[in-house]
């Protein structure tokens, strides 16, 4: 596995002057051995002056938050962070690779979440390079990588969870944001840490169920929120009238039988589990007529 390793550069304000002060030389000793009529002097100003210009390719810039990796016939031999204008010998290539932080979003995928039901999600990733080096020579091209990894990371994640769950200790994908937000950049970083890429945040931007589904999956849910209210509404019932038997006989302010405790908690039940007001109805008799 090839790492980054950084490597200074001259800077290129220091070499531009002197190179030029070398060509101007260079010329001036080419005229005079032009008119000493040498030969070997005119050879030898032509070989320097050559190189001189051959070094002026040397040149190159590195704007902010990028990075030029260098390279020599094939082999790798640094990579340039500082920025500014730089120079290095002309043989290197010097391949430009953005540092800077990027946004991707991936397109609507259809899914079977846990319960098998087919859902739509799709995710927005923000991401940046770290190391150039694994950036350029680890993958064939690191923002196509980025793109594979990201939605079949995405495909795993809507796998392993329901869409929806009305149990509060349950992660679902619509419930948890948050936990299912973390485990895909998570999945996600898995992934592409070989590239060199840092994931900085993933979220869902997207879900909803597959349209061909999703009629009968919204009477499904209402029924099901339906059945976790009432089941919510019936516990809190009988604590409240276990409660109020409790107080009461703690306080001994009425003796209640058995027959008026049954009466008891069936009027308490259908007030508290009514949907609709209760109209209360005064007894003027006794149980025992």
Known sequence: MIRERQRSAVSGWVMLPVLLVLAAGFLRFLYLALQAQSIGGVLAAV????????????????????????????????????????????????QKVSLRVRNFESGKLKVNDLDGNPIEIASVVVWR??????????????????????????????????YDSHDDEKVSLRGSTAAVAGDLKHEIQDRLAKAGVEVIEAR????????????????????????????????????????????????NLVQLDEERKAAMVSNLLVVLCSDREAQPVVNTGTLYQ
């Open 47 to 94: 070989f320097l002056e050559v190189v001189t210009l051959v070094c002026l390719g040397g040149f190159f810039v590195v704007n902010p938050n990028e990075a030029r990796v260098l390279q020599l016939f094939g082999a790798y031999r640094g990579t340039v962070r500082t920025a500014g204008l730089r120079w290095a010998s002309p043989f290197f290539t010097k």
């Open 129 to 162: 390079v770290v190391d150039a080096a694994e950036a350029m020579f680890e993958v064939e091209n690191f923002e196509n990588y980025v793109k594979v990894q990201t939605e079949s990371a995405i495909r795993n994640l809507a796998s392993r969870y329901p």
């Open 204 to 251: 869902i931007s997207h879900l909803a169920y597959a349209p061909e589904i999703a009629a009968v999956m919204l009477r499904r849910q209402q029924a099901a929120a339906i059945i976790a209210a009432r089941t919510r509404i019936v516990e809190g019932a009988v604590g409240m009238v276990d409660m109020a038997l409790e107080r009461l006989a703690k306080s």
